[in-house]
């Protein structure tokens, strides 16, 4: 199951599941926000298949900046490995499988606020199930999961029915031949549902089965709502009187959102046969991304006086412990001032200590500060070895100075060289490091560094074989 990806450009949306306001019939079919070190969404969505089987079939999307991209002479690639598995409630059912996706970019430029999306079907029956994705970049080692429970519907009825709703990011007609086309449509999946700011249009698509024969004078009517997640009306839209195709149709809806300000909606599609007046209808929820409020310069100063408070109850060994690992942005200056200080004052230093390099003192949060610990819990998570905590080894003292390497090769044990592994770092200047393991252990020692700053080993060619 090999997969190559075309880049689609559209927001970079964010979704928190609001599901504590939820009903736990509402949380079945919400999509899941991964967890781990790679964001991304994955949805699903039932149709008919031959037979009246369920056609299910799944979507995610992974926003462009989570990615590590390795430049090649054509431009930038990565490659990712996919992992699914699905079974339904009594396990008695159960599918394994995985692939790799490699992607590829002309360009780096504007990585933020586009995504990478994805789509792969399989025909089953009705029931209840849980879905789990696991996607893995190649590049950098990072990883991410979802887990997602869903309900796929029966199709065994002569009565009218409908798919669920298809949630897109764009739609348009098209005479091509690919994952993404249905009907004659292109319709790009949304998974985490998110509209608003720059995706202002509410692109969806549904399936309609079981229209009466008629002749070809034969009608139905379709007629959208959109309500709140009570499913309270907050505006309907004139109903649309179609001709029968057949006794299946598809229908294409675009709806803008510049009026609607809330959070959340619901989308209702109702359909009625006009030759035998049987009806159908299906919801399906959706989110809409909200503009950023005002910072007000108060506000700020009351959240950051919090976050000197909380600095001010941790232990003097919590303190001791973020003192080691600041040690990699402290100068000889700063830690002589800091060993000079007791109790409060070494508080304080740690608190200006991080407002000095907030870049954006504007906002509520430390975006640096945020960084930070993210790069520590990478280097835990990745180097740690033998008793060796991750952050203190080598490959995590580069992590946390310069961040995830943007490509991170890794090299095998061969005849005349130990494995060994290679960074680069292009937002960097093309800053470059090379760590060995000799040893066999794991614990990788830092033997180049085109960074002044850092150690080289005059041997470190010879030590790789070079």
Known sequence: MKRILNIIAASSLLLTLLTPVLTTAQTINLPAKSEGDILFYFDTG???????????????????????????????????????????TSGSKFIKDSWN???????????????????????MDEGVYSAHLRIVDKNSGKSGFANLAFQAPSFQTDRLILSDIQFASNIARSSETNKFIKNGYSIIPNANRMFGNTLATLFFYIEIY??????????????????DIQNNSIRRYPEKRR???????????????????????????????????????????FWQQQPEQPVTQAAIAEYKNAAAERVARISASELAQHFEQMQYFLSDEDKKAYGQLTGGGRRRFFINFWNSLDPNPNTYKNEFWVEYFKRIEYSNNHFTAGFKTGWKTDRGRIAIKFGIPDDRRQYSVTVNTRPYEEWHYYREEGKRFIFIDEEGTGQYRLIYSSDDTEFTDPDWQDLVGR
């Open 210 to 227: 079981n229209l009466a024969p008629a002749d070809s004078l034969g009608t139905y009517s379709v007629e959208y709502e959109i309500a």
């Open 243 to 285: 001709q029968k195709p057949g006794n299946t149709s598809a229908e294409v809806g675009a709806i803008s959102l510049a009026i609607f300000k809330q959070p959340y909606y619901r989308l209702n599609v109702r359909v009625k046969d006009n030759d035998t007046h049987a009806s159908a209808e299906i919801s399906r929820i």
């Open 46 to 88: 039932s149709f008919r298949a031959k037979g009246n089987r369920v056609y299910q079939e799944f979507y995610y999307q992974i926003p462009l900046t989570e990615l590590a991209f390795a430049r090649v002479d054509e431009g930038f690639i990565d490659t990712l490995e996919v992992f699914f598995i699905m079974s339904d």
């Open 101 to 123: 996706l490699p992607v590829f970019s002309a360009k780096r430029e504007n990585f933020e606020g586009r995504f990478l999306p994805d789509q792969f079907e399989l025909s």
